[in-house]
């Protein structure tokens, strides 16, 4: 398998996984020093960190996810993926435009930087 071909094939399996709300699967996905930062916490977490939130938080109000108008475009050490968050949040529909800065090592996301267009995330 191609770099190339590696990275798609991880940026399938990773976000496929979230819209099923598959915690082993994005586990598999993740390197052991996985790192991820979002520019709504502006804080950096672990890759188990990551996955307490999604199962906490996420998969639980985020409903029927499915990510549309996606575009992945390639890097020489991961790939940048644009996208939007089409959801049902505690009833009512959202959509969240992102951008998330996938870094890849050994065939494993090592890091994540998620920009989310705040002003679309419901206030909790």
Known sequence: MTETEEYLR????FFSALERGDSATIAQCYGQQMRIW???QQVEMTGAEHIAGLEAFFFPRFLNRVYENKR??????????QQVLSATFD???VRIPMCLICRVTEGR???IDEYL???AIPQT
């Open 72 to 81: 992945t475009d390639l890097l020489s050490d991961g790939f940048v993926r």
């Open 117 to 119: 267009t705040l002003s």
């Open 109 to 111: 996301i090592s890091r």
């Open 38 to 40: 979002n520019n709504a």
């Open 91 to 93: 009833g009512e529909p």
């Open 10 to 13: 991880l940026d399938e399996a």
